[in-house]
């Protein structure tokens, strides 16, 4: 699941002769499957359960914030305001695709047909001003997140029907009709607010007031843009949980905004903040070259993963009228080139990316074959016929010998996008101009929020001059940037898709017709399409993992042949540079990269 999703985001029951038939409470429910640690696990694989509490983590981010409060549409929340503060119903594992186990919940039954959800909550679960948690507080929090949250949550949790308190410590969801085996889960990454603090607050306002949650640190101090402070709850109330112990080591930990990339890289090497995950793959290769990694005292590590890499691509708006036909979509892909820009900018490290769920089983790879045909097959004259006769590959610009090693494949990509751009009825005129039928010419903006972006971008644009394209960059302040997106006033942008190992609802809100039209629903895209709902319903329905395999494939190739981004690329490593004074795990999961398990090197046990 996407840097969005991450910030929320089992057991399978013995199956019994009746459909509403179950197994009882249990400490955990897997997506599918059964979940890798027993009632009695003690602590997490991937962490050091003797690790020292103690010492500082200074981060950094980017651009600025206005806001304490993670839950809603308005403005720019700081960074770490979901995750460090609120603890959720269940706790979900980065060594498995998607299992939860319990944190404010102790224990959840569910149905074989997994139609409701009964999660049985910890007595000894509290707020940080020591107020018990009770099912109230459960009730109230999702109520208020659907009626007055981030559009997200009712996309999210569109299918829940009804939520009841069933006792001080029981909280019952019941679900409508429909086959979603997920939900039991992604209730449980539930975040769970003191409804007693929030009584007399306005929900849907931004706050920089620290807001009072139950997870492991509060807000210590707020610099508003500039900076925040978290402070680690020393009683805090699930520290010796088996999902929580030997993580959360920091006292404190520190969050630095800079606007300019490019200082906050400078800023790190003056040993302004601590430790930094590396994006751009210039830097990786260059920047990194100071007195202080040669000597030891900064570590530069690359950490493999087996995370599903999503997409990122140069995605278009097809609710403006010169994206709308798909034609003009896939000529512009034949104007990107990848692989000049991964040998002169990149260093080689990056790989193309040719599926929504690329580095996974759920990606697409040949002709649908067996069980993904016979998914596809009722759909067939409802979407391109590519879907069955060629396997998607974004169009590459092969390297050749000569002063410009490009120029011939160049040359050649852009005759298929003029040949595209004619039969989508897009001439160019005498004056070089590409015009449609009325004379209008092909002009639209790039919109981007990162200046890093813009030398990726630039010789695309030039490209599309040589096609008659009249293309502008245009780099503009996180602000106006969320605005922008939230009400769909861009043309292009640069968009990233980000995927778990087991994709459910949220495919609803990146894909679905009714996100399309919802201001600040993640369907930036404008994809409103009856056989793409269709198949997101599948992907959620999926009753095994063979078949969730078999349908986001499916989905995968509708979206691909949709031409809807020009795909960028994907690294498998985590590429991180800190200072040298944090002990780590000798163990990372396979799905995550988990900071929170890492401690200062003179913190005492």
């Not at 990606?363 to 067939?380: D, M």
């Amino acid at each position: 699941m996407n840097p969005f999703y991450r910030a929320f985001f089992g057991f399978v029951f013995v199956a019994a002769s009746i459909s509403l038939a179950h197994a009882g409470p249990s400490h955990a429910i897997a997506m599918h499957g059964e979940p890798k640690y027993d009632e009695n696990f003690t602590h997490l694989d991937y962490v050091n359960p003797d690790a020292p509490k103690g010492g500082e983590l200074r981060l950094w981010a980017s651009d600025t914030f206005d806001n304490l409060n993670p839950f809603i549409l308005k403005g720019l929340t700081a960074d770490g305001a979901s995750g460090y503060i609120f603890d959720t119903l269940m706790e979900s594992t980065g060594d498995e695709p998607f299992t939860v186990y319990g944190l404010v919940a102790q224990s959840i039954e569910t149905p074989k047909d997994r139609s409701w959800v009964v999660f049985h909550l910890r007595k000894i679960a509290r707020f940080n001003d020591g107020v018990p948690i009770t099912a109230d507080d459960v009730v109230w929090t999702f109520n208020t997140l659907v009626e007055k949250g981030h559009p997200f949550y009712r996309f999210y949790y569109t299918a829940v029907e009804k939520v009841e308190k069933l006792d001080d410590h029981t909280v019952k969801f019941t679900f409508g009709e429909g086959d979603n085996r997920e939900l039991p889960l992604i209730v449980g990454q539930l975040p769970v607010l003191p409804k007693h603090y929030w009584q007399d607050k306005k929900f849907s306002r931004t706050t920089l007031e620290p807001p009072l949650g139950s997870g492991p640190y509060t807000v210590k101090k707020v610099d508003p843009g500039r900076s925040i402070v978290y402070e680690r709850v020393k009683d805090y109330w699930a520290r010796d949980l088996p999902v929580k112990k030997g993580r959360h080591n920091f006292d404190r930990i520190k969050v630095d905004y800079y606007r300019d990339s490019t200082v906050a890289l400078e800023a790190f090497k003056a040993g302004e903040y601590d430790w930094r995950l590396e994006n751009t793959a210039k830097l990786w290769a260059t920047g990194y070259d100071f007195p202080a990694l040669n000597e030891g005292r900064v570590k530069k590590v690359e950490i493999p993963h087996m995370r599903s890499t999503g997409m990122q691509g140069f995605a278009f708006n097809i609710r403006q009228p010169i994206f709308s036909d798909p034609r003009v979509r896939r000529a512009l892909a034949y104007a990107y080139n990848f692989e000049l820009a991964n040998k002169q900018l990149f260093h080689g490290q990056y790989t193309r990316t040719a599926s929504y769920f690329s580095n996974s089983r759920l990606a697409s790879t040949g002709l649908p074959t067996g069980a993904e045909l016979k998914v596809l097959e009722p759909f067939r004259g409802k979407v391109p016929e590519e879907v069955f006769t060629t396997e998607y590959l974004p169009p590459a610009f092969p390297e050749a010998r000569g002063r410009d090693p490009f120029a011939k494949s160049t040359r050649t990509n852009l005759r298929v996008a003029i040949k595209l751009l004619s039969e989508a009825g897009w001439k160019v005129n005498k004056s070089g101009k590409l015009v449609n039928k009325n004379g209008e010419r092909m002009e639209f903006e790039i919109l981007l929020i990162n200046p890093a972006f813009e030398r990726i971008a630039l010789p695309f644009v030039k490209n599309m001059e040589k096609l008659g394209i009249v293309a502008r960059v245009r780099t503009v302040d996180a602000t106006q940037y969320e605005n922008r997106l939230r009400e769909f006033d861009f043309d292009m942008t640069v968009a990233v898709f980000g995927q778990s190992q087991s994709p459910g609802n949220e495919q609803g809100d990146y894909w679905g017709s009714e996100s399309a039209k919802t201001p600040g629903g993640k369907n930036i895209i404008g994809i409103a399409d009856p056989v793409i709902d269709e198949l997101v319903d599948k992907v959620i329905a999926s009753a095994d993992r063979e078949e969730l395999e078999t349908n986001c494939r499916a989905l995968d190739r509708v979206l691909l042949w949709g031409h809807y981004l020009i795909p960028n690329w994907h690294t498998r490593n985590h590429r991180v540079a800190y200072w040298n004074k944090f002990g780590r795990p000798e163990v990372n999961p396979p799905y995550d990269l988990p900071r929170d398990a890492w401690w200062a090197l003179d913190a005492v046990k």
